[in-house]
């Protein structure tokens, strides 16, 4: 297979740094970044052999929930975070998944609102000036 989604593992971990995003920098958001690769909760999307993108997640009362997703810059408006969703989507613990970002990440909203994400919701107080928006999706 030359496309496709698995588990990451710690051999991953240069590639994925090359472009994990600059908030789970700081060391208590990259010791937990760490034990969710560690505990299968990270997944890598993968082409031609290399990583392209990863997805880390987590529940959210009960439900899946996609915390981080990002994709190589020079991979990106390829389908890479497409791919990524789906995966979590055919994996999703319930009837439904849900996702969030900032309402100033129009990149992430573009791509939610492609793949048939709805906005559910509005979480103020974390980033100020910049509410997270919160979507979900019910893959059918
Ligand atoms: C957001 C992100 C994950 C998108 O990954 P991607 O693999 O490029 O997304 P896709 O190729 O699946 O995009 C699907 C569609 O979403 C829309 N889209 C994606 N990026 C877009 C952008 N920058 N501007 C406008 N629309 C965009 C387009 O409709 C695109 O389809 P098209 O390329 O045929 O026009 C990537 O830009 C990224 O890693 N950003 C930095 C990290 C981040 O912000 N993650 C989200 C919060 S954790």
Not at 37 to 43: A, I, Q, T, Y
Not at 56 to 66: I, L, S
Not at 123 to 133: F, M, N, S, T
């Amino acid at each position: 297979m030359n496309a496709g989604v698995r588990a990451a593992c710690a051999d991953d971990l240069p590639a994925i740094d090359a472009f994990i995003p600059a908030f789970l920098e700081p060391p208590y958001k990259r010791g937990r970044f760490l034990r969710a690769l560690r505990d299968g909760k990270v997944v890598v999307a993968i082409d031609e052999g290399s990583v392209t993108g990863f997805m880390w997640v987590n529940e959210f009362f009960g439900h899946t929930f996609v915390n981080v997703l990002a994709v190589a810059p020079r991979q990106r408006r390829r389908g890479h975070a497409g791919t990524l969703l789906a995966h979590a989507e055919r994996n999703a613990l319930t009837d439904r998944v849900f996702t969030s970002t900032n309402a100033s990440n129009a990149a992430m909203h573009a791509v939610l609102k492609r793949y048939g994400w709805k906005r559910c919701g509005e979480v103020g107080d974390l980033d100020l000036g910049d509410p997270e928006i919160v979507y979900v999706k019910y893959p059918s």
